[in-house]
């Protein structure tokens, strides 16, 4: 179980509409797939969902470097914000 806001379902539903629409992706088992290079339809590396979250805070202009992990963090400190009892933060 993975813990997001309503925003994250809805840019979640157009990965999979993008995904939907890529013939290459159809074999493939893995929830994150590569839509925009070479090899399409492939699992997603590690460096490359790095990669991605790296491009999508410099094209949103942030001056810090963003990564999956900060991600992570950012979540705990939201649900923390939210009320959420440590322990569970702590297993999410």
Avoid: K
């Avoid at 590396?45 to 949103?60: C, E, M, N, W, Y």
């Amino acid at each position: 179980m993975v813990p997001v806001g309503v925003w994250v379902l809805a840019y979640y539903d157009r990965y999979v509409e993008e995904r939907l629409a890529c013939a290459a992706a159809d074999g493939c088992d893995f929830v994150f797939v590569n839509l925009r290079h070479a090899p399409l339809g492939a699992p997603m590396t590690d460096s490359g969902a790095r990669q991605l979250v790296r491009g999508l805070g410099r094209r949103a202009g942030l001056s810090r470097t963003v990564t999956p992990h900060l991600l992570r963090h950012a979540t705990a400190t939201e649900m923390v914000g939210a009320g959420a009892p440590i322990d569970v933060v702590q297993r999410c």
